[in-house]
């Protein structure tokens, strides 16, 4: 298969990803599961500790905060997306089962690895059980629909 098609295909897949997994943060929230919608999370804590090593500061305001969360959040999913894509071209594993294990592999790189590290988040231990296991639950939605939309493209 031509690499631009299993470009496409990881950028779609990635994309349909994360839109899948909102209405599950969305309704997290709603139902008082979580604080907050973990994107958002992400974004706030980021710009804190961004705002503390620069010794900046300031109120986000809530129009450019959305459309942080809602690049931010796509991107990752689409860069994830075009892994996952690379790797499938590769090794062409069932989607059902490639694609959920991806997603967990993501939210254990995120929640487990980099964002611990850097401050954004604590490890999913030391938070509410709403707001560790809400992600877990979103990415296994956002594997899910990324395997099935990328074999869909891929062919």
Do not use: N
Not at 10 to 22: D, E, K, Q, R, Y
């Amino acid at each position: 298969m031509s690499l631009g098609r299993v470009l496409a295909a990881g950028v779609v897949g990635g994309a349909a990803g994360s839109v899948a997994m909102l209405p599950l943060f969305r309704g997290a929230k709603w139902a008082g599961i979580t604080r907050e919608m973990p994107p958002y999370r992400v974004v706030d804590r980021a710009a804190a500790v961004a705002a503390q090593s620069a010794e900046a500061g300031g109120q986000v305001e809530e129009e450019q905060r959305t459309v942080a969360m809602i690049t931010s959040h796509t991107l990752y999913g689409v860069l994830g997306g075009v892994f996952y894509a690379l790797i499938q071209d590769e090794l062409e594993l069932p989607a059902a089962i490639a694609g959920p294990t991806f997603g967990l592999a993501l939210w254990a790189a995120g929640y487990l690895g980099w964002m611990p590290a850097t401050g954004v988040l604590p490890e999913p231990w030391d938070q509410e059980a709403g707001d560790a296991l809400t992600p877990v639950a979103a990415h296994l939605i956002f594997g899910l629909t990324l395997g099935v939309v990328e074999r869909q493209i891929r062919g």
